[in-house]
């Protein structure tokens, strides 16, 4: 009985790092599930994998780089009064916390830029593509510059030594980076639900998207929070000691902003939404999209019914939009067709009379289909 009461983490008022420890794991347990979940329906649907997933699995490298770091913090003295740790123990959790954060940062722009490519993706119109891109372009070179501000934070050579006198003033940097991080991530709810604006879909499935797309206004409650409690350590005397809620808050971000991106990848949401990321035959645009008010949804549907085309194969005919962003806001009465003609090496689609009147006038585009075998 006493051997094993030694051996069992003590968790007090005094001693809280193991609490951060449990927490850290579990945390790290959600995010490797996440990306199973993902990555297994992925490639259910459509057996092939884009550039989103590649950054969201590169990203858990780093989620699981952080938790070691805070876990060895945790068993080193974080947590705990100064008075009760050694200084052998506090130098570790110092350089610990060095790596957990430059871990912390490279997640987090990673799973954004995950979050974006995957934005990228739904959409053929360049306008909402190149803000896209600019948003990838301005998160990565934040983080690249914070990286490297967190790599020199200190004075050489002993860049770890955090609770020193010759460091940068990392309030300042950490109010700024949180800040910024909560700004990010309200863009990255802001953009999607701008593409998906013009979109004629009924009331729910708006509802729909918009709770897959905004999830991570979780992400900007808990950086909030976070935000609080890291002003409170900064403003002890004893930083190691008060510091365990804002990293276990730093987790928790890290968990959210990691489970973000997979959220949209839910099989009932892609087989409604079926933009071009389900394709087992990609299909290149080489024509320019003439399109009234409606360019955005119009695009998506026909998007969708030449992947149709595509997997039909068949020479002519008529086919309807029954599912898709393209075609939600129709209603079963009043559907919309395009008629297929195939001349040479192209294919022309030229709508048809639409009842609904949601295409205001007819739209011409040449696509080329390029089967190619998808590894």
């Not at 550039?51 to 699981?64: A, H, K, Q, Y």
């Not at 501000?149 to 004075?155: H, K, L, P, S, T």
């Not at 399109?291 to 969708?304: D, E, P, T």
Request: charged share 15%; net charge positive.
């Amino acid at each position: 009985m006493d051997a094993n009461s030694t051996t069992r983490p003590l968790v007090d008022n005094l001693h809280l790092g193991p609490a951060v420890n449990i927490v850290t794991y579990l945390l790290l347990v959600i995010s490797g599930l996440a990306l199973i979940a993902r990555l297994s329906t992925k490639w259910a649907v459509s057996h092939r994998m884009n550039l989103d997933d590649i950054l969201i699995g590169i990203s858990l490298i780093f989620v699981i780089g952080n938790g070691i770091g805070t876990s060895f913090e945790a068993s080193n003295g974080l947590g705990s009064p100064e008075d009760y740790t050694s200084p052998d123990r506090l130098d570790i959790a110092q350089k610990a916390l060095f790596a957990a954060e430059l871990c912390f940062i490279a997640s987090l722009c990673l799973s954004k830029l995950s979050a974006i490519a995957f934005l990228r993706h739904l959409t053929p119109d360049s306008r909402y593509m190149r803000m896209c891109l600019w948003y990838g372009i301005f998160t990565t070179l934040w983080s690249v510059i914070a990286l490297v501000v967190i790599a020199f934070q200190c004075n050489l050579p002993k860049v770890w030594l955090i609770l020193g006198d010759k460091c940068i003033n990392r309030t300042v940097f950490w109010t700024i980076f949180l800040i910024l991080e909560i700004f990010l991530n309200l863009l990255l709810i802001l953009i999607p639900l701008i593409i998906m604006w013009r979109l004629r879909v009924s009331r729910m499935q708006k509802v729909a998207l918009g709770c897959c797309f905004g999830f991570r206004i979780v992400v900007v409650a808990a950086l909030i929070v976070q935000v609080v409690f890291l002003g409170q350590a900064f403003a002890a005397t004893d930083f190691i000691f008060h510091s365990w809620k804002a990293t276990l808050l730093s987790e928790i971000v890290l968990c959210l902003s990691y489970v973000a991106p997979c959220v949209p990848y839910l099989r009932p949401f892609l087989e409604s939404l079926d933009s071009g990321m389900l394709r087992n035959e990609p299909i290149r645009r080489v024509g320019q999209v003439e399109s009234g008010s409606n360019s955005l949804a119009n695009s998506l549907g026909l998007n969708r019914l030449s992947n149709k085309f595509a997997k039909s194969g068949s020479g002519s005919g008529s086919y309807g939009t029954d599912s898709g962003i393209g075609s939600m806001g129709t209603k079963a009465s009043e559907e919309r067709w395009y008629h297929q003609k195939r001349g040479g090496a192209k294919t022309s689609m030229e709508s048809g009379t639409s009842q609904s009147k949601i295409i205001k006038k007819t739209t011409s585009i040449t696509w080329v289909h390029e089967p190619e075998n998808v590894v």
